[in-house]
């Protein structure tokens, strides 16, 4: 089982940046693959970033590519992901989730979730 648990959300105003960090409680943090998904008042879940075990390898969603990086500390069983250059599009309760097979865009190849971090952004 592993807990893992947001931080770093908050209100800013459009164009600030962010740093969402997610801590995972599990030891063999290292063995599992990484993602961000955010979800907007009565839209789905929308996946955005994900990272390899070994932080060598990552996935973006377009709409967020060039904006978020998304980032692992092994050491320290945390995964980031930096935001930059905010809209209020990006208003949502943001994720972090641990996948046990291989990286994914997809919700259902994640085991373990979040409890979710706001993140709202004013125009």
């Known amino acids: 089982q592993v807990h893992l648990v947001e931080s770093g959300g908050g209100l800013v105003q459009a164009g600030d940046s962010l740093r969402l960090s997610c801590a995972a409680s599990e030891r063999t943090f290292s063995r599992y693959a990484m993602g961000w998904f955010r979800q907007a008042p009565g839209k789905e879940r929308e996946f955005l970033a994900a990272v390899t075990w070994s932080g060598g390898s990552t996935l973006y969603t377009d709409s967020v590519k060039g904006r978020f990086t998304i980032s692992r500390d092994n050491a320290k069983n945390t995964v980031y992901l930096q935001m930059n250059s905010l809209k209020p599009g990006d208003t949502a309760v943001y994720y972090c989730?641990?996948?046990?097979?291989?990286?994914?865009?997809?919700?259902?190849?994640?085991?373990?979730w979040g409890q979710g971090t706001q993140v709202t952004v004013s125009s």
């Open positions: 989730a641990a996948a046990s097979t291989r990286l994914s865009t997809y919700s259902d190849a994640y085991d373990y």
